[in-house]
T-cell receptor
Framework: GNSVTQMEGPVTLSEEAFLTINCTYT??????LFWYVQYPGEGLQLLLK?????DKGSNKGFEATYRKETTSFHLEKGSVQVSDSAVYFC????????????FGTGTRLLVSP | DVKVTQSSRYLVKRTGEKVFLECVQD?????MFWYRQDPGLGLRLIYF???????EKGDIPEGYSVSREKKERFSLILESASTNQTSMYLC????????????????FGPGTRLTVL
């Protein structure tokens, strides 16, 4: 099945710094790609997704572009806030035709004032 | 608004006890999932159900069973809890059944942090 590799954390930044969290994948075909976020004490929630190559997903100032040439889906934000402190997971379907997702190990982001 | 609820946020049980974790979704979703989340390991799928009374094993089903008698409810059962089952358990649901679009989003509950002493 498909797989995903995500950069290890924690990533520690000051407020207003630029954020990149790397995600690369191995997949058959061109599946949808997802970023999920988990705020402290909560479950995961979808942050953004891209459904085909060259698509850019965006939400809450975060962006990620589906790049088939480099098999990457890096998460970026131009200016992080303390409230962005969370764990971020990259994910894609395990295989075609089914609903199972495979998740990266998660990257913890810590933003200080 | 989409909602997945889990019966408890925190649970403490003793080794050997039978433990039930309940999950309910109100979105008429066909798929439901149970994951466990451990530091450094990310999310691992325990069981998956794509319809009432249908289930499939995930990556780590050993020591667990599930029940789905109604579409909206998916239960995870630890037949005899052990200390290595101390973890965060997350339930999720998604819209379509076994053959589905790869664009469907999974919606997660808030999680149950289970401690087995």
């Amino acid at each position: 099945g498909n797989s995903v590799t995500q950069m290890e954390g924690p990533v520690t930044l000051s407020e207003e710094a630029f954020l990149t969290i790397n995600c690369t994948y191995t997949a058959t075909g061109y599946p949808s790609l997802f970023w999920y976020v988990q705020y402290p004490g909560e479950g995961l929630q979808l942050l953004l997704k891209a459904t085909k190559a060259d698509d850019k997903g965006s939400n809450k100032g975060f962006e990620a572009t589906y790049r088939k040439e480099t098999t990457s889906f890096h998460l970026e934000k131009g200016s992080v806030q303390v409230s962005d402190s969370a764990v971020y997971f990259c994910a894609l379907p395990l295989n075609t035709g089914f609903q199972k997702l495979v998740f990266g190990t998660g990257t913890r982001l810590l933003v200080s004032p | 608004d989409v909602k997945v609820t889990q019966s408890s946020r925190y649970l403490v049980k003793r080794t050997g006890e039978k433990v039930f974790l309940e999950c309910v979704q109100d979105m008429d979703h066909e798929n439901m999932f149970w994951y466990r989340q451990d530091p450094g390991l990310g999310l691992r799928l325990i069981y998956f159900s794509y319809d009432v009374k249908m289930k499939e094993k995930g990556d780590i089903p050993e020591g667990y069973s599930v029940s789905r008698e109604k579409k909206e409810r998916f239960s995870l059962i630890l037949e005899s809890a052990s200390t290595n089952q101390t973890s965060m358990y997350l339930c999720a649901s998604s819209l379509r059944g076994r053959i589905a679009s790869s664009t469907d989003t999974q919606y997660f509950g808030p999680g149950t942090r289970l401690t087995v002493l």
